[in-house]
């Protein structure tokens, strides 16, 4: 029933204002339900595959959904996951085409049959060595989407020349986007802003004491930072960082 | 004296160890300063103009500080500024190629004699009318670094239709990136990042009250955001916004 | 063009996967627009006004929205608004069914033509005499709304026997939920929670300096609460509380 | 003895000025205290069943108390409960009519006989799996307290199409106020609230990090939306937030 | 109508549940109100006068305010005051019995007739020069509710020398407490503390800057002291800090 | 060498500026240190006994301080202590006048021989269950201080007239002050402040979750109360809470 | 009377334990008192001259103070002044030896008759051309106390070359300490204490905007540095800064 | 190649903007990075030994970093390590110059040969007990760069006469910078730099509770502070204070 007929029944008394107004806003979340069965998924409106997110479900929970969406998704990546998790997701579906990355926490059900064209080329910079886990989690979902990855590690601030080497070879080799993922003080990112000429994505992660413990101090840094071309996501989140580097890198590929 | 140099005196005796120390500092020194010597300035290093920040700095500070860059500098921009900085500028280095954008609260001083072809197309969306002088700060620099900019203000979230029109054009002219300016509960960047395919930036604004007020409840929604594909500027950082997002259209233009 | 289409044409090799990923995703976006060209606009939604945020906006601003917005509304409300406001709007609309409540800052343009019936009761208290111009804003748009409202201000927590006597007209009058407003340590909406058997809406106020000053300490003390039917909106946030209220009011009104 | 005696005697000088001033002061906490013998209860003033919060007390504890109140009340209800307290608390008092809810963490001891007629109907969505619980709390509460409950998890903003379906319900069964819960950016309360005509209690979770961990973010875009008809609760709180839509909900049945 | 006859209604059939339910609500408020009707009002229930906080109230306002109370209170403070209020105050109710304290921002209406014995006598201490408003206000209300005040202003914790002598004065003259005012660090309360052996009342004042600014770090170090025997009040409350020191001195007065 | 003769020897040039300018320094201390060789220790200036705090100290770390502290004092307490604790203490120093109380964490070491006098009565009370450990910590140094305790546990805002018992107890006792221990929202003490005639110690307890967490919304709560007489400690903060109580129980005995 | 006394008089029945306490606690604070009636004041002390903080006093105040210290002390500073009180000062105390520093917004009277030897070298750098008023009052303290100031100011992290040159010239000269004054993200400290081999003070200021706002930002990052040698002071806070570096310089004068 | 050769192929042709573009930027951090091939490391430029942070690291990794450093470095400190990290990094460079130092949780490589002349002294202070192992940090640290220490543990500000004796010795020792480390209200560093006449450096600890938990308390104190002449690392530094001290005390032998 749309609006006219509503409309009308209201006119000729068969139903009062209270009924109308509820069957009009029916009529409105109906339509916009019946128009968006959507054919494509999520894979077609952001360029990004099915996440799901691990910590604080159950394996078998996470096991269930990953089989309840395998058949609609070619791409499904589970973070922030662990070796249990990969053998129920493997229990359940079997282990073609899953991968586990445990540096990165992640497991990565890829069953578009080729792996396709390279995207693109993003860098991914630490400054300590405990914010590795948080960059690994950026570079496989990077790599899921497409691109190949220069990493450097454990570059920081401290000692600037050990962060030149791997810079030098991101500019070599033309990357569209550089993510730096720092602690602490986090002004990592601020440095590397101020010496290349492509987008670059702080990750503050979650490593600092005191004052501004948490990733608080770092992710301060980085939204104070004088330095444009630095934009910022949320403490530890290496996964969006990942994401959106790679579809920055899609741009060249995408005139 | 290098380092050599100032080992050999040591072990001569010529010098103690204080002397030789702070000799060595002073060499590590020198050698970056006489290697940094730039001759290209900062536009080449990132691709974006010098930039005077005007507030909380006299007419006379800004209009000194522009008259000694001009000569060095092809472009300069004057952020947050108003009419009486224009003024100034004007007074000290004439008029020509000299723009003052109210909205955008900017002075662009562009003497580049060509404007050049464009290097790609952005778009912006704001949430409320509140938003639009950040909206332009960020349209405003990325003209200047060449872009076209598409815009959709007062889109705001309430209305999901008003959004739209705006987004159909900006997905078919192609943007490279959609800068979206929220304030209050700063929900709209997470609509249009899951509805885009392109990296969405977002930028709280300090509109907002109670708890959360001044942009921090608007940043942290954005940071908190679940869609990939969103990074965020600090509140009311329209330029930096702009900036990097002249940088991702870039992208397109230097394969 | 639709979905199949664009695979088709994909497939035949007439497009490459770059273009027909960009038409599916403007497709998609497309759809949702065309079939959300709403009729009745936003008093259907949800029951509530058009509603002007005047506080940060120019007069004429303001002016130039009702101007535009009055022939599709039957109600609009201007919030946060002075008599300067009051007289733009009528410069630009005519007087014809504006009214300026001055207490509760807030232009309302009603031209339904008739009150209609009244939607039920609702009761509003303030804990002190700074919680007024708050308190108001509650009345007036939940009177806009079609409820009656009865007011027993400065009944604070001090002095607990003030508090009794609106209240008990409140439960005689069977009102159908009650606005607590109130600031410094907020503990007034508790106490009334404990002593009615509605819905109680509280509303912290800016009132309140040390720590916990701009309404935190108001704000935190509601939500610790723990007497059941307590639910808290933002602070000074008058318009909400009242509009919520009325909602709820409404539920005796539509079986 | 009454103020008059106390006064007398004062004149009289049988008793000193600071004698009198005690008295009267008992005088004054002991009428209260004489007048208030409850015959009713909390069920009576509030319409809510007596809650026990487990949580940090010892299962003896709570199950001392939940024998020491049985035979005053007919409902009981224990929250954040496990199996070890649904045990004791059947080991003192027997198993009739106690129930053990394990999804909402909660024991609920109803003795009333009847179960009586429906109260009313209420919405309740999740954004995410891991906001199950506090949903779970929310339904239990209001089902004893004679609601039914429409149900719709894990439709968070991400795929807004999710949402439409239990939405749909929802208003055709006419529900009397929808529970939102919801974690990370807490969007989704107001999203829904744009949809529908009845009041919206969002409830934030403890879902999230980095910046508004904890759920602070939630909560911060839940207050600072600009949606007008949303109200909240405290983090995690889902028993306030079903108690109150429940109280929303017997508005209907009680003109 | 009592509980009695509402449930024998009820099971006559004369009035259903819903009814039976809201008149025994309404009986149990009534109860309350009927036997609250004070004849001594607040002076008697905490030995304080009544107050009025003038701060962001109109002087006609609180003219009002003053006239309606002064027939049933002898003693009336006005805080936060200035000699516009003063001269409001005595516009309306005449100049007797009436008086300003600048310093201490207060008026005072004393119309008592006789100021009687004094009730004891305490010390008030501040750090620094611009912490003695909130000093001169503690000191006008004890002296008000009849206490005298031993003085040592500007005592801070620099210069501990300074300190001794009103210190030596305060304990040869037996204060019964020491209010102690400070802003910056707030390290003063704990020194006096440890040298003194009665209570000690801090007050924070909102002098400082940066990290713990507007007296949050001077409130913190005082919650935080090592010392037993400091409380607290919040930062700038001179008025209960004052008022509370008169109730701790009165002790000695009421065995 | 006193400050005379540094002088002396500076100007007849024995020592130089720096080494005159340290000697005075050491002077300035020595004097200090010469004259504060306490005969009476703590108890004297601040009639409160030794505390050792427990948490975050080996039971060892324990027993050699009340070991090495034994002989100069007459009474010390260890507070936050457990049985283990209790256990290695009685080891070192044998039984006699020690005493363990599991509910308040405290072990009392008293050798005064005897008990003496009561030095007055203070009242206890607490919102909640979860409330009574901190409670307890307050009654027991109070209790070790000479003063009689009256307890009311248990009788928070949510039933106020369960609050009616024991106050008017406390009142009939007259009472010199009440201590009163809340978490969560944290209002009762502006409840009890607002109708006991003496001053009150809240006492906020870390219970509370979501907005306000670990007790900071009851803090807030207390401090921004607008009932004079009603004085705060920090969170958890029984034992100062009890000790300042005592002190003004005692200010009844030491006229 | 001393303790001896006061226990014979206590033994003999003369005075009871009340009286015997508080003389005791008379005696212990007195034979402090008698004993630091200081000769050489705070110079001796701390080796920092008399400081007034003008912010928030009236003129006249400041005058009077400075007129009341100015025969005891050589050396007054007052801070935070502007040319108002300089004027008043001079009417008071005569010109001679009075100076006004406008950008350090500093008087200082010094009638020491002659400077001195220099006291040793430091270096002073600021960010940016906001942060030069902090590093003035910083750079004025130390010359009143004997140090020769390096200056590099606007050298800020964005070019890093700019910093080079100041750079060599202070470790050329060998400062003993270096100043660095940074706002916004506040990284330059960490970047030069990285490179010199002396204790570096940050001074953050409170310029910046959005989270981390009013210097909370600067201050973090400063305090989260991983590099060693970097201490800091309070926001804005260049008196600490220059007095404290002033200290350090000293060092080398006092062997 | 060259900035000057890059520009010449760009007019020739060879190459278009963007490469040139890119290829000045290459050039520019090839630059910096040829000439930074640093042959002396960081002891020289900080005079600091090369430190791995253990905590969060596992054992066989820290390991692994100090094989792989230590043929490069005579001094390397492992900090927040346990006996397990000790047996991992003798296990694999064997025990030479090796030591484990279990209070300051610190493993010191020291193969030097000679411990060369001592570097100066300085004082280390402790308010409380729980405070010595950061203290302990800090001994550590100054002791491996040359300096001695005087140490004065649990002083706290209750007791201050237990300070005196501590204090007087590091003044005759003449030391160079006195580090004080304090926990819950940190107002110990302001009390020694009241006393003595070389700069202060306050260490907060996590110690503490309530408001101002985790160290947060006694970090706002210190920087509060009134006292010139004190300056604050992070809570819990100990690490960085000590260092700093050290390089203070180095002031006096580098002349």
Known sequence: MDAREVLEKLVSGEIDIDQAERLLRLDYVERIGNHTVFDMG????????????ASGKEPEKVGEIVERVVNKKDIIVVSRASAEYYDEVVRRIGGEGVAFKPEAR?????????????LGK??????????????????????VMGCSVIKGYDVGIAGIHRLLEPLKKMIK???ACVVVVAGMEGALPSVVAGMVGVPVIGVPTSIGYGLGAGGIGALTTMLQSCVPGLVVVNIDNGFNAGATAALIAKMRRTR
């Open 42 to 53: 999520r894979e077609c409106r952001s360029g990004i595959p099915e996440v799901v997110y």
């Open 106 to 118: 992640m497991i990565i059900v890829d069953r578009r049959g080729c792996s396709g064209e390279s």
């Open 122 to 143: 993003i860098g991914i910079l630490t400054a300590g060595t405990s914010d590795i886990p948080v960059a690994e989690e950026a570079a496989a979902i990077a790599e």
């Open 173 to 175: 080799e033309d990357v």
